[in-house]
């Protein structure tokens, strides 16, 4: 079992990244998939999950309106695009699988994004 984000890098503030999170070694079906984010010196944060049942999603208030999760289990990945970005969205990403949204067991290593000017 196996997830790999990538996607990241250097924004400006007001831009956008597609984060991708492609899994490996399974199938993405069964699974709902969160990404979480941590920044330097501050608490890991959920970000938005999206769930394998009927594709509900769910996200944090910092990101509602500018990131927009989405799947495709057929190429085994889960998209996070993010878009409006803020300095404070600076932090390493990670994403995640598990049974459900509250219960993201399997993760992946992170990759950085950083917004500045």
């Known amino acids: 079992v196996q997830l790999q984000a990538s996607g990241g890098g250097l924004a400006q503030p007001g831009g956008s990244l597609r984060l991708s999170c492609a899994a490996s070694?399974?199938?993405?079906?069964?699974?709902?998939i969160g990404w979480l984010r941590q920044a330097p010196g501050k608490e890991r944060e959920r970000v938005s999950c999206?769930?394998?049942?009927?594709?509900?999603?769910y996200y944090a208030d910092s990101v509602k309106g500018r990131f927009t999760i989405s799947r495709d289990n057929a190429k085994k990945t889960v998209y996070l695009q993010m878009g409006s970005l803020k300095p404070e969205d600076t932090a390493v990403y990670y994403c995640?699988?598990?049974?459900?949204?509250?219960?993201?067991?399997?993760w992946g290593q992170g990759t950085q994004v950083t917004v500045s000017s």
């Open positions: 999206i769930s394998s049942s009927d594709g509900s999603t």
């Open positions: 070694g399974f199938t993405l079906d069964p699974y709902a």
């Open positions: 995640a699988a598990g049974l459900s949204c509250r219960l993201l067991d399997y």
